[in-house]
């Protein structure tokens, strides 16, 4: 990876990713990548914004999840990190790096297409963090079919929408009970929200979902003092590339965008900070998108 500390100049502040022809099996493990990403172990520096705070991060163990875990602790946050079983070496690392920063790491490993699954993540936090402040609805599935529509199974559809949307509503539905004024939800939606690519046509059509139930769910709750706002990565590299898709999409990953490459995870957490911290205050019912450049709007 290019240094970050000595560039400045977005479109060089880190190389393309390279090793892009190998393919992990679903889910992807981090600790099985070559080339590894950055989630901002070197270079986060936290500034108390989230002092005190209590954290819950669906797909906390890898990529933007884990990017975001490690930010929130070093502002101040304890963690609980949901994932499945099959990325237990992921995420110890994770709860690793938020109890390096001196906070609370729990782990609560399980598949959030379950209802029941939801209900144990939030019990969990309560009875192990105290409460719940952040909720961070980040956990997706993905698949990319090369064939479009005509490859994309029913059981590929269900799955996409149970672990996309499904979980979403059945997480938000059982946290906030739990959240007092000040509380936020923060939903990761995409680029593929208003311009989706026909190989992730299910995908791109749950991220939609969430835009819109971001919008819809800030509206109720702006009365409880809860603010609702989604965060719209782009191009990421995280191990949900080289496992989902063909090595060929993968190798050029991000370099359709303006700034020519494929964003960080260290890139995109500070965007969860802003909406979580009091620094947006005002701000609800909105999509920021971290996308090197593509539009969201």
């Not at 679903?26 to 705070?53: C, F, I, N, V, W």
């Not at 875990?69 to 709860?95: C, N, P």
């Not at 906070?103 to 939801?118: Q, W």
């Not at 799955?159 to 059982?174: D, E, I």
């Amino acid at each position: 990876m290019a240094d970050q500390t000595e560039k400045t100049d977005p479109t060089e502040q880190y190389e393309q990713p390279e090793n892009t022809d190998e393919q992990l099996a679903h889910p992807g493990l981090t600790a099985e990548m070559q080339d590894k990403p950055d989630h901002g172990e070197e270079s986060y520096r936290g500034s108390e914004r989230l002092t005190g705070k209590r954290a819950v991060i669906t797909g906390g163990d890898s990529g933007i999840g884990r990017a975001v875990a490690l930010a929130f602790a070093r502002e101040g946050a304890d963690v609980l990190i949901s994932y499945l079983d099959k990325e237990e070496v992921d995420a110890k690392e994770t709860v690793r790096l938020v109890e390096a920063a001196g906070r609370k790491g729990v782990r609560c490993p399980g598949d959030i297409r379950e209802e029941a699954t939801c209900q144990k993540i939030i019990d969990t936090a309560v009875s192990e963090l105290g409460g719940i402040d952040i909720l961070v609805n980040n956990a997706a599935y993905q698949m990319a079919q090369m064939g479009g529509i005509a490859d994309i199974t029913t059981e590929q559809f269900d799955q996409v929408m149970k672990t996309n949307l499904y979980a979403m509503f059945w997480l938000c539905k059982k946290a906030i009970p739990h959240m007092e004024p000040g509380s936020t939800i923060i939903n990761t939606s995409s680029v593929q929200a208003v311009n989706p690519s026909p190989e992730l046509l299910d995908y791109a059509t749950t991220k939609a979902g969430i835009h819109n139930f971001t919008k819809g769910l800030a509206q109720e709750l702006a009365e409880k003092g809860i603010r609702v706002n989604a965060v719209a990565p782009g191009p990421i590299w995280t191990p949900l590339i080289p496992a989902t898709m063909p090595t060929e999409r993968a190798e050029g990953h991000g370099e359709s965008a303006p700034l020519a490459r494929a964003g960080q995870p260290a890139e995109v957490a500070p965007a969860y900070v802003f909406f979580a911290s009091q620094e947006s205050s005002y701000i609800t019912a909105e999509m920021l998108g971290v996308t090197g450049g593509q539009p969201v709007t």
